[in-house]
Nanobody
Framework: QVQLVESGGGLEQAGGSLRLSCAAS????????MGWFRQAPGKEREFVAA????????YYADSVKGRFTISRDNAKNMVYLQMNSLKPEDTAVYYC???????????????WGQGTQVTVSS
């Protein structure tokens, strides 16, 4: 069982930066691949980024590649999403999720946080 709590969302201007954090409970955190997803109003939840168990692999959606960076600290049970060069289209609720598999499909993630709102103004 893994419980996830996101933080760090807020209102930022276009071109600015935000850093999202995800605190995980459970002693098996390092055995999960971690992902970030987002959902804008009226749209489906979409994949943003994922990181493998021991940081050997990362994967990004094309829409955020080169602007966002996912990282994790297994000693602290934390996952981060550094978001730079923010755009208004990045506005969404951002969710942290954990999966036993190296996947990008939301339905294959086993545990989810409650989400944190990110709003980017133009």
């Amino acid at each position: 069982q893994v419980q996830l709590v996101e933080s760090g969302g807020g209102l930022e201007q276009a071109g600015g930066s935000l850093r999202l954090s995800c605190a995980a409970s459970g002693r098996t955190f390092s055995s999960y691949a971690m992902g970030w997803f987002r959902q804008a109003p009226g749209k489906e939840r979409e994949f943003v980024a994922a990181i493998s168990w021991i940081e050997t692999s990362t994967y990004y959606a094309d829409s955020v590649k080169g602007r966002f960076t996912i990282s994790r600290d297994n000693a602290k049970n934390m996952v981060y999403l550094q978001m730079n060069s923010l755009k208004p289209e990045d506005t969404a609720v951002y969710y942290c999720a954990a999966s036993r598999r190296w996947v990008t499909a939301a339905r294959q993630y086993n545990y989810w946080g409650q989400g944190t709102q990110v709003t980017v103004s133009s």
